[in-house]
């Protein structure tokens, strides 16, 4: 499902019969609702035999795997940080990285005026702008919802974190649900505003 060596899922695809795409590459997040443990996500993404497709993804692996933690073997209390034994070398990296107080995803929240550890389930919509990805993300702390442009490499490579990223200087407290509707208008109107993205 998700490769730790090319950073990709790998999803169904109706023309090719299948296709590894990075996290970049996903357009729409989305919960489905029910008591599955670990829970499924919904995703459309972007495919690259040019059309986007839905496929079905765990919590896991959507926010455990790039780090190569899975949810059997593994448990890592974002509380207090302390990560109990793990497998393979890369879980063992990402632990001692997040026990040194980095982070493989973050994303500046707007209404906080501060920058937020977060994982990819909290992202709800993304779309390309030029060479950057624009992505609305819902933050696990306030609740609101932000739009960052990002590098691909912010949200495809683990612990990679852009020194500055774009913020749509708006907060979007009371209407999330519009903003994942008028996502890509919001994203091309809105002016953005530089953020230094330092967790410390
Ligand atoms: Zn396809
Ligand atoms: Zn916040």
């Given at each position: 499902m998700y490769d730790a060596l090319t950073t990709r899922y790998t999803f169904p695809c109706p023309e090719r019969g299948e296709a590894h795409v990075a996290l970049s590459s996903f357009r729409r997040l989305e919960q489905l609702p029910g008591p599955a443990q670990p829970a499924v996500f919904e995703v459309d993404f972007g495919c690259p035999c040019g059309h986007e497709h839905p496929g079905l993804v765990r919590h896991d692996e959507l926010d455990w795997a790039p780090l190569g933690l899975s949810a059997d073997l593994s448990f890592v209390?974002?509380?207090?940080?302390t990560v109990d034994p793990l497998e393979t070398e890369l879980a063992d990296l990402a632990a001692r990285r997040i026990q040194a107080g980095e982070w493989p995803w973050s994303f500046f929240c707007y209404a906080e005026e501060r920058p937020r550890p977060v994982f990819p389930s909290a992202f709800l919509v993304l779309a390309g702008r030029g060479e950057g990805v624009g992505l609305a993300v819902r933050c696990p702390v306030c609740g609101t919802v932000s739009i960052n442009l990002v590098s691909a490499q912010h949200l495809?490579?683990?612990?990679?974190?852009?020194?500055e990223v774009g913020v749509?200087?708006?907060?979007f407290e009371h209407d999330a649900e519009r903003v994942v509707e008028q996502f890509v208008e919001e994203l091309y109107s809105a002016g953005f505003d530089n953020r230094r993205l330092r967790l410390q």
């Open positions: 209390n974002l509380m207090t940080a495809d490579v683990p612990f990679h974190n852009d020194r749509v200087a708006h907060v």
